[in-house]
């Protein structure tokens, strides 16, 4: 645990002095970074009140009072009795505060721009992608996920999920990358047009994806069907054997599949969409001790 949190305070660290917020006068303005981020959630919330910034933004009671106060002095805000409680004061911005607010705005859009002129585009993607991630893991929110059919780059970047993943979660050696690789060529050399590859995406990041390729008259095999382990127990896995299913349904053929006997949550998974162990083999190929699996589901049509 002392390694990851010396690593987001070293982070913090960076990300502050980067963007000055430990200077009272943020933006080269009269204002401290906390009092902007009170003018800006002013302006963006319909009737607020100081209680209700008080618990959004975790401040002290005095604290927010006495800027307020100095707010109102200013001529940067006011307050205005509710229609429905004279007791409750609405707090509004100023036409001055609202400029005061833009120009913080435009001075903090071309800092950010500054610091991103030398960033190439697909850099930009992964920084905002990371700060997504971040938000979702430290907010604990899902973004809506997305299912889709696969496009240019999604084949490589499944090969690369799950060779790592296999290699963190269960120790495979290298031999595993080599036959997804090899196995994903064969596929691109013979795509039919029965095959397909959906992926399940949530704010532009893979969570999941999962195949189903033509193998024989009136026999499909699934392939590459895997979950990221941020995005399990979400009912994802579900969904994608369900697109594969559906879709075999819909084009009268049996599904076959194989797996490993060491995962349960897979097994207890086809088991329920009703598969049927057929057939168990030994691998030492990619790990000792293995046990590969054959799953069957008869013609769903």
Request: aromatic share 10%; with cysteine; charged share 30%.
């Amino acid at each position: 645990m002392k390694d990851y949190v010396d690593s987001i305070r070293e982070f913090n660290r960076y990300y502050t002095n980067a963007l000055g917020l430990l200077n009272n006068h943020f933006l080269n303005s009269e204002y401290s970074l906390t009092e902007a981020r009170l003018l800006y959630e002013i302006k963006h919330s319909k009737d607020i009140t100081a209680g209700e910034l008080v618990r959004l933004l975790n401040l002290d009671k005095g604290y927010l009072s006495r800027t307020i106060q100095q707010f109102e002095k200013k001529g940067v805000l006011k307050r205005t009795p509710s229609r429905n409680d004279s007791r409750i004061l609405h707090l509004e911005l100023t036409k001055k505060g609202r400029d005061i607010l833009s120009k913080l705005i435009v001075a903090s859009n071309s800092q950010i721009s500054g610091l991103l002129k030398d960033c190439s585009d697909p850099d930009k993607n992964e920084l905002v992608s990371s700060m997504n991630f971040i938000i979702r893991v430290l907010s604990k929110e899902i973004s809506p996920v997305i299912y889709r059919e696969a496009r240019i780059g999604d084949l490589g970047y499944m090969i690369h999920r799950q060779a790592v993943l296999y290699r963190d979660e269960y120790k495979f050696n290298d031999s595993f990358e080599e036959y997804l690789i090899q196995g994903m060529l064969e596929y691109l050399k013979n795509k039919t047009e029965f095959d397909k590859v959906w992926i399940a995406e949530s704010n532009g990041n893979i969570a999941g994806a999962i195949s189903i390729i033509h193998s024989g008259k009136k026999l499909s095999q699934i392939r590459w069907f895997y979950t990221e382990p941020k995005f399990r127990n979400l009912g994802i896995g579900k969904n994608l054997l369900n697109l594969a299913v559906d879709y075999a349904k819909s084009k009268n053929v049996s599904i076959f599949l194989w797996t490993l006997s060491n995962l349960d949550a897979a097994r207890n998974l086809y088991k329920r969409f009703g598969f049927v162990l057929s057939e168990s083999k030994q691998n030492q190929i990619w790990r000792k001790g293995l046990t590969e699996e054959r799953w069957e589901l008869g013609e769903v049509g």
